[in-house]
């Protein structure tokens, strides 16, 4: 990597609170705004399948959080509360473009009588773009390390995406 732009900083704060929002949106069912993140031609891979444009995604993640609902069950039966957390980022950005490798994990209350319990974990692999002065993905890859089939791989996600970045600088 070679050093940061002038508006690194700006970029990258801007970038962590989309990303926030993203959450956000998932953990309290807001669908529009969980859409909204996503350009109108996104991406969403995960573990579901892979789905595109915002009204798929909204649609998509509608329909997988009625699934969780039902896998997820505090000990009253009751749907558990999910929490997801994005431990730690590594953001490049390239002009207009940018590239994320995040780890993230989740908590629910549907440990015994109601506590806290650590669930399932992974990395968000993303693709973005400034699209109107707002940062967007383009591509959200979400990789869930402790299902078959969806893992990151045994080698440092961050050099992938600094060779994305570098091809893109050309």
Known sequence: MTGYSQTYAQDRAEIEDLMARYLFAMDWNDYDTYAETFTEDGVLDYAGGTTQGR????AEAK??????????VDFQG??????HVLCHSSIRVEGGRAWHIGSWFEMANDGP??????GTYGTYEDELVRVKGRWLFKRRKIY???LDGRHTGKENPVRAMDQAAEAARG
Request: charged share 30%.
């Open 78 to 83: 009751n749907p558990a509360v999910l929490r």
């Open 144 to 146: 869930n390390e402790f």
């Open 63 to 72: 329909a997988f959080k009625e699934k969780v609902a039902t896998m997820f």
């Open 113 to 118: 009588e109601g506590q806290p319990k650590l």
């Open 55 to 58: 009204e798929n995604i909204r």
